[in-house]
C-alpha cells in the first residue's frame, strides 16, 4: 500500500512540475485530470490557438525506463478520442488538436508537444 501511495504522490508532483513548465513556456492550463469513462487526460492545455492534450509520466530514475516508453499506442489512441470529446463538449475553436507528453525525470522537464503518429 504505502508504493501505491508514493507512486501517487510522484505523479501529482510531476504533474505539478509539468504545469508549471507549461504556464512559465506560455501555455494556459484548462484542465487537469478531465475524465470520462474511457480514460482520463492529465492536462489539457492551449497555445497559439493549439489546444495539446498532455499525459505526463513522472520517474524518480531511469530503473524502469525513460517516461515515454510507458505511452503504449493504444494510451495515445484514447488521449485522442477523449480530447475529440472534450473539444466538441466545450465547443471550442481551434487552430489544431495535438496529443503530447510530458516526462519528468526527477527535476528534469521533458515535453513532446506532439507525439500523435
Known amino acids: 500500500m504505502a508504493s501505491t501511495y508514493k507512486r501517487h504522490i510522484t505523479g501529482k508532483d510531476g504533474e505539478d512540475k509539468a504545469v508549471a513548465y507549461l504556464q512559465t513556456h506560455g501555455y494556459t492550463i484548462l484542465e487537469r485530470n478531465w475524465q470520462l469513462r474511457i480514460g482520463e487526460i492529465d492536462i489539457i492545455a ?12 513522472t520517474r524518480s530514475g531511469l530503473k524502469y525506463g525513460h517516461p515515454f516508453a510507458a505511452i503504449s499506442r493504444h494510451k495515445r489512441y484514447i488521449i485522442r478520442r477523449l480530447g475529440s470529446a472534450y473539444v466538441a463538449n466545450r465547443n471550442l475553436s481551434y487552430r489544431a488538436l495535438s496529443v503530447g507528453a510530458i516526462g519528468i525525470i526527477r527535476d528534469q522537464v521533458i515535453i513532446l508537444p506532439s507525439i500523435d503518429s
Open 46 to 57: 492551449s497555445k497559439d490557438n493549439v489546444i495539446y492534450f498532455f499525459e505526463v509520466k
